[in-house]
């Protein structure tokens, strides 16, 4: 797997996007055997709050938590916080795109918007 | 979230839920310690109205155990279950994501629609998936051997 588009950044780190986090990790993980400093919105990264409000909420729906509720939950908002502390601190972007052809992701969308603006 | 112990008019499922567990925990191997069980109400954003579950907390000699059984105020014919694992200075595992993490199926026998099975056929499908899985694979958590973790399950949302 390669990444689809990358945003170069002013320092050594890169942060990993995607359309599957089941994709992405694999991908994270080989550029980490390399020696690259590697982050991907997950693990330590979430807080326990969202964690669990996410899992509660997620529960509730039957495992399918509608758009306009996603984008106004906690997970939602540290995602976002944590694409732009990537941004501020001039880290590069790999973005894998979406490998599985899975349908659109509300996260997925949020992330590029922030990272390439309008570009596709 | 506010943590209260009022009555609630899913008393009797919830006394279903417990009975069925007690039952079911006395064919583990690591036995708890002890359960205390209690009516959790709690604001979950970005819903606007306060949500219920029943919160059982089981203590095991080398694990806490909450359980979360309740009825989804969204969709009213779905019941769920949600455990955790939690021991101090570790990080909680989560049932679901262990199960997920393991493309283990029975991650869906842990919630039910009454329009699928009855209340009692759908609690006792969660309580025997549970004693199945703290004999068969969790037990060393939960006698203390050894601790596990587990990714974050996105479920397909990201």
Known sequence: MSAKRILPGTNDNVAVIGRNMDAVKPFADALGKQGIEVETFSGSKISKAANDAFKELSTRYGGKIPDDVLVNTKMFSENQAWVEGIMNKGGTVADIGNPFDAGKSVFYEMEKSIIFGGIK | MNLT??????????????????????????????????????????????????????????????????????????????????????????????????????????????????????????????????????????????????????????
């Open chain 2, 5 to 158: 112990n009022q009555k609630s008019p899913l008393n009797d499922i919830y006394a279903l839920f417990e009975s069925h567990l007690q039952e079911g925990f006395k064919l583990l191997k690591i036995k708890p310690i002890s359960i205390e069980s209690r009516i959790r109400h709690f604001n979950l954003q970005p819903l606007p109205n306060p949500c219920e579950e029943l919160e059982l907390e089981v203590e095991f000699p080398g694990a806490i155990c909450i359980i979360h059984f309740g009825q989804s105020e969204i969709h009213t014919d779905l019941f769920f279950s949600l455990v955790r694992f939690e021991r101090q200075d570790h990080r909680a595992l989560f049932l679901g994501d262990y199960l997920a993490e393991r493309n283990d199926k029975r991650k869906a026998s842990l919630s039910f629609s009454d329009t699928e099975f009855t209340l009692e056929e759908g609690i006792t499908r969660i309580v025997e998936v549970l004693v199945a899985i703290f004999n068969n694979e969790l037990h060393p958590l939960l006698a203390g051997l050894t601790w596990i973790t587990a990714e974050f399950d996105w479920e397909g949302y990201k």
